[in-house]
């Protein structure tokens, strides 16, 4: 997997090199594109990880690259989140105690999306940086509407791979496209909550249906989300 990135990167570097030689329009006064795309998403746990945390995750996130020179490469972050258990308790103190357990990650984008005479734009993505777990009790008190929360604990571990996407110009105004990607995002050994199959309830704290586990941290993103072109003269913020 590791050399699969690297060929990835290496060719991300090369494609500027390897298209400079092939460009015959003058873009000296074409704008440089920013592409920001806020998404809806599903994670995935792959292999260990899916053993011990068996649910699907559900979140959403947002990417923003900005084009290098005016070259078919883009530079960017990604920031997304996931929340894939949670557990409740009501107690006769007239308070509900709720246990999440979740998922944030943070990265670097490299991208190279070529330019295309046609209503789909293909890209593909290089990401490195964190996955961070963590989870939280939140305390409502439901006669007031107040609520308190804390941290349960949490583990940071380094996190890589690659995307592919495509954007298809399906509305009216063409610097806004539909926006479907695929990650797969390896990463090291973190330590986070899955649910203890043994816990019984009710748990004098929701926490307690959960458990620390220890693995691989590899899972896969369908991302849905819509792409603005915000240097395109025909896209207009609200």
């Not at 583990?155 to 592919?164: E, M």
């Not at 539909?178 to 309830?201: I, K, V």
Request: proline share 7%; hydrophobic share 40%.
């Amino acid at each position: 997997m590791i050399r699969i990135l690297l060929c990835i990167v290496s060719l991300l570097f090369l494609a500027p090199n390897l298209i400079a030689q092939e460009e015959t329009v003058d873009q000296k006064d074409a704008p440089y594109h920013i592409f920001f795309s806020p998404y809806f998403q599903m994670g995935l746990p792959q292999e260990v990880l899916n053993t011990n945390i068996d649910k699907i995750g559900y979140g959403g996130g947002g990417v923003i690259v900005f084009q290098i020179r005016r070259l078919p490469v883009f530079a960017g972050v990604d920031m997304t989140f996931l929340n894939f258990d949670r557990e409740s308790e009501r107690y006769t103190d007239n308070t509900e105690w709720t246990s999440r357990t979740n998922l944030f990650m943070g990265h670097g984008v490299l991208r190279f999306q070529p330019f295309v005479d046609f209503p789909i734009y293909p890209y593909f993505d290089a990401l490195f940086g964190v996955k961070h777990f963590y989870a939280r009790t939140t305390i409502e008190f439901l006669d007031t509407d107040e609520s308190d929360s804390s941290g349960n604990g949490s583990d940071t571990a380094l996190s890589y791979g690659i995307a592919a996407g495509a954007q298809f110009a399906i509305f009216g105004n063409p610097g806004i496209t539909l926006d479907f990607r695929c990650s797969y995002l390896p990463g090291n050994n973190a330590t986070y909550f899955a649910r203890d199959p043994n816990a019984t309830g009710p748990f004098d704290d929701p926490i307690e249906a959960f458990q620390r586990r220890t693995s691989p941290t590899p899972v896969l993103l369908l991302q849905l989300g819509v792409t603005m072109n915000l240097t395109d003269p025909y896209f207009q913020m609200q």
